[in-house]
């Protein structure tokens, strides 16, 4: 955009800030076609941008060059080897002569190119409007009305000074009308000033030229309307110092000319001064602008810069992950170095591997061939081979032949036979379909018999519900039955004897076969006839009454079946003591418990009896729920141990004297619960472990104490909550034999002594029980308080008497027996007195037996 000189410039001739034009409005392309046009040499591309154009201008050639073409000579340049500002400066110092607007040397040294494009701009519409093509020098000499002359260089500004207040002084007088010094001093003044002016016109001669040409009419016309106003600072000054020195060299009456003309230059100074005072205000401004700018730009720099060293920052770290990564390519390369060199001594290997696999080759190749060859040879051996079972082939083929067509001989006949049998068959089936019609009627009258029995099926299974219901009935009176039963039963038992001796005859031991037997009868009513080998007549022969005599044949299960009644008697709540009495190895203890535990056939009245117990309560378990808990003492010399004690016999026990409700008489004897027989045989082992067994001279094992296995029962009644309480007590009894024939001394008399003793007590108890005596000796012996509550009152008391048969013990069988017959001798003694007595017990045992299976 083109910008013209009145809006580009204030009235003083400098820029207006307020309407500063940017840069960017000038049209830059005017600008360089006006130098191009003025400069030819230029040559400048009309495109060319504000930096280009700046480079062109930088070192002032183009400035003066262009003021010089337009005025000739105004400036002298220095040559274009001396540095540019001399000719920039050279060029704005004409612009000052010029008065026109111009910019700073530092504007176009640092690339502010405004200012000198709205300089060059003013430069352009000033020299375009003071008449287009001519030279600023014409134009002045015109508008100063100067004669054509030559311009000097150096004097240019005094002659144009010279010229300006030469000839033209017709113009100064038209112009002197219209000034207001003119009216107020009319013609007269006009003289005055001419007289002035050439005084100072003489004055400026005599200064040897120095104002020579500032004439008189060039002062008049300066004076006129604003002549000042386009005057040089330098020729005012001239003007004044002129004026100055004639009015002092002519002290004449002029003074008030001479001030009015001094006070016009000074108002024109003063008014320049203050133009420049706004000029350089403005300029300020401007500076201050440009100093913001600079100062923007600053930051924008160290933003710059800041970001600069962010990004060297970054950089830095960048260049550390790059050596970092050059490392590890390093690393790498060195690893794929090593792999390569691997690789190579690998492939390496693997040739000379190949080297010897080729080798291989050509052997196995050779080898191969070698096989073929064979096989080719073999394959034409089995060839010939082959044809040769070929040719037995079709031999056998040929016999086939033969053979099939025997058989096909043979296949008619066997047809021919097949379908003589198919005839038979067929009458066979007919005839069976005879037979199978005949079944269906059969079947028939079978339904209608299965028919008629389903019928009477109904009516019986009728009658069953009734016959059921009367059973149901029945169930509900079993236990009332059963109760009545159990007491019945019991009381046949006290008919029978609640003390009952029986006698058991041990057979001869082997080795001892031919020695003479002590015993001359068995009576079948427990009759024993003992006889002396040594007397004669009627004291030989001696008989015994005891419940019942088991001969030496008499098998265990025999002996126990007199005894099973009694342990049906524990579980309905009795208490009942077996126990086994004679001397030593006359067989208590195979009574008792049988030389074999592990045959069932030998076992003893014990394990008999703690087996049928078990067996009962259980076939009794859905009516009564039994508990059974098992003790076993020892006495020995009188004092009690417990045999089943984990501390083992050693401790005393104490005997309570009365009967306990819970029927223990040795309360301090641990209690073991048992659930079977095989738990009681364990403890009854553990028992005869722990029981003190010595020598003697009759039997080595004799025992020299007594061992009391007591069962207790306790059973309550389901129905009616009833508690039954009964024990067994299982005795083995210390030998009975004589203390002399023992010869036993010392600690073994004693022992002898003490079994002796206890066993008289045992004897006395039963004897007066039997007596039904008012005082029965429980107290003498430890062994009749332990047994006390199975020996007297409902207690019911089974005693075997054994014998050793041999001659050498008939005085220990006789005895014996007179202890038996003690015990038991008024028992039976009352029935023999009784012939009834006898029929009775005979019934009470057919009635026993009939109970027995009943019961079970
Ligand atoms: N009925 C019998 N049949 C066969 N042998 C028997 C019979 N009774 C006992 N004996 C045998 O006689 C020997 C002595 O028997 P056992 O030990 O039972 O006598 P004991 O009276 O218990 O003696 P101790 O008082 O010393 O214990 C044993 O060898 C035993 O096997």
């Known amino acids: ?154 004097i240019y500004n005094s002659q144009v000074d010279t010229m300006t207040y030469g000839e033209n002084s017709s113009i100064y007088g038209e112009e002197r009308q219209r000034d207001s010094f003119d009216n107020k001093y009319g013609s007269a003044s006009a003289a005055l000033v001419h007289d002035v002016v050439h005084n100072l016109s003489e004055m400026f001669q005599q200064k040897q030229g120095s104002y020579a040409d500032l004439s008189d009419s060039n002062i008049l016309e300066l004076m006129k309307s604003n002549g000042l106003d386009n005057t040089s600072t330098r020729t005012l000054f001239s003007l004044v110092n002129r004026i100055l020195e004639e009015s002092i060299e002519r002290k004449n009456g002029h003074v008030h000319h001479m001030a009015h003309i001094v006070k016009k230059v000074m108002q024109v100074i003063e008014q320049r001064v203050s133009t420049q005072a706004v000029n350089l205000k403005d300029q300020n401004n401007l500076y201050k602008v440009r100093l913001g700018k600079c100062q923007s730009r600053i930051k924008v720099l160290e933003t710059l810069a800041a970001g600069t060293t962010e990004e060297i920052r970054v950089l830095l770290s960048q260049l550390q992950q790059i050596k970092i990564e050059k490392t590890k390519i390093e690393e790498k390369k060195k690893l794929e170095e090593q792999e390569l060199l691997r690789t190579k001594q690998e492939k390496i290997q693997s040739d000379i591997e190949n080297s010897t696999l080729k080798h291989e080759l050509e052997i196995a190749k050779t080898t191969h061939e070698e096989h073929c060859l064979l096989l080719q040879v073999q394959a034409e051996e089995t060839k010939v081979e082959l044809e040769k079972k070929l040719k037995e082939l079709e031999c056998f083929l040929a016999e086939s032949m033969k053979r099939v067509k025997e058989l096909e001989s043979f296949s008619e006949s066997k047809s021919q036979r097949w379908k003589s049998k198919e005839g038979s068959y067929r009458s066979f089936i007919d005839y069976q379909s005879r037979d199978l019609k005949e079944l269906r009627a059969a079947a028939d009258s079978v339904k209608h018999e299965i028919l008629k029995a389903k019928r009477s099926y109904a009516e019986e299974f009728n009658f069953l519900g009734v016959k059921l219901k009367g059973l149901a009935d029945a169930a509900a009176n079993y236990h009332s039955v059963l109760a009545e039963n159990r007491r019945l039963y019991n009381e046949v038992q006290d008919l029978k004897g609640n003390i009952r001796v029986y006698c058991r005859i041990r057979p001869f031991l082997p080795g001892q076969s031919k020695k003479r037997t002590t015993v001359e ?336």
């Not at 000739?72 to 000719?87: D, H, I, K, T």
């Not at 010029?98 to 060059?120: K, N, S, T, W």
Request: glycine share 8%; net charge negative; hydrophobic share 35%.
């Open 521 to 856: 009868y068995i009576g079948e009513n427990g009759e024993l006839v003992i006889s002396n080998p040594s007397k004669q007549g009627k004291d030989s022969h001696r008989l015994f009454k005891l419940n019942k005599v088991f001969g030496p044949a008499a098998t265990q299960e025999e002996v126990f079946l007199d005894t099973q009644p009694l342990i049906r008697s524990v579980l309905d709540g009795y208490n009942v003591c077996i126990f086994a009495y004679g001397q030593t190895g006359s067989g208590k203890t195979y009574t008792m418990s049988g030389p074999n535990m592990t045959s069932q056939e030998d076992w003893g009245v014990n394990y008999r009896a703690l087996h049928d117990l078990f067996q009962i309560s259980q076939n009794r378990k859905s009516s009564i729920s039994y508990e059974v808990g098992v003790q076993m003492v020892e006495i020995y010399n009188e004092q009690v141990r417990d045999l089943l004690s984990s501390d083992g016999p050693h401790r005393r026990l104490g005997i309570w004297s009365t009967t306990q409700p819970n029927g223990l008489a040795v309360p301090d004897a641990s209690m073991h619960a048992v659930t079977s027989t095989a738990d009681v045989l364990e403890l009854m082992r553990i028992g005869l472990m722990n029981r003190a067994v010595g020598a003697t001279a009759l039997n080595e094992r004799s025992s020299r104490s007594h061992s009391v296995l007591t069962i207790h029962v306790y059973g309550m009644d389901l129905e009616t909550g009833a508690v039954l309480r009964g024990n067994l007590h299982l005795v083995d009894l210390a030998g009975s034999e004589r203390v002399d024939r023992s010869e036993a001394t010392g600690e073994r008399l004693r022992e002898a002594q003490h079994i002796n003793k206890s066993l008289s007590a045992l004897g006395d108890v039963i004897f007066s029980l039997a007596q039904k005596s008012q005082h029965v000796p429980y107290r003498n012996s430890k062994l009749t308080q332990v047994l006390q509550s199975s020996l007297g009152g409902q207690a019911k008391t089974l005693m075997f008497v054994q014998l050793n048969p041999d001659v050498d013990s008939y005085s220990e069988t006789i005895s014996t027996l007179k202890f038996a017959e003690r015990v038991s001798g008024v028992e039976l003694g009352a029935a023999k007195s009784n012939k009834e007595g006898r029929n009775i017990r005979e019934l009470m045992e057919q009635v026993e037996n009939l109970f027995i299976h009943q019961y079970l």
């Open 1 to 154: 955009m083109d910008i013209s000189p009145e809006r580009s410039l204030s009235e003083n001739g400098g820029y207006d800030s307020s309407n500063e034009a940017h840069a960017d409005d000038v049209n830059i392309q005017s600008l360089v076609e006006w130098l191009n046009h003025a400069l030819p040499h230029l040559n400048m591309p009309l495109d060319a941008s504000e930096e280009e154009l700046r480079a062109y201008l930088i070192d002032g050639t183009v400035l003066c060059s262009i003021l010089n073409k337009f005025c000739p000579g105004l400036v002298e340049m220095r040559g274009s080897s001396e540095p540019g500002p001399e000719n920039i400066r050279k060029f704005l110092a004409a612009m000052d002569e010029l008065a026109l607007p111009r910019f700073v040397l530092a504007d176009i040294q640092e690339g502010y190119m405004e200012p000198v494009l709205q300089c060059l701009v003013t430069l352009k519409t000033h020299i375009e409007f003071n008449g287009g093509k001519e030279s600023i020098r014409e134009h002045l000499r015109r508008r100063w009305n100067l004669p054509k002359m030559e311009f000097s260089e150096g």
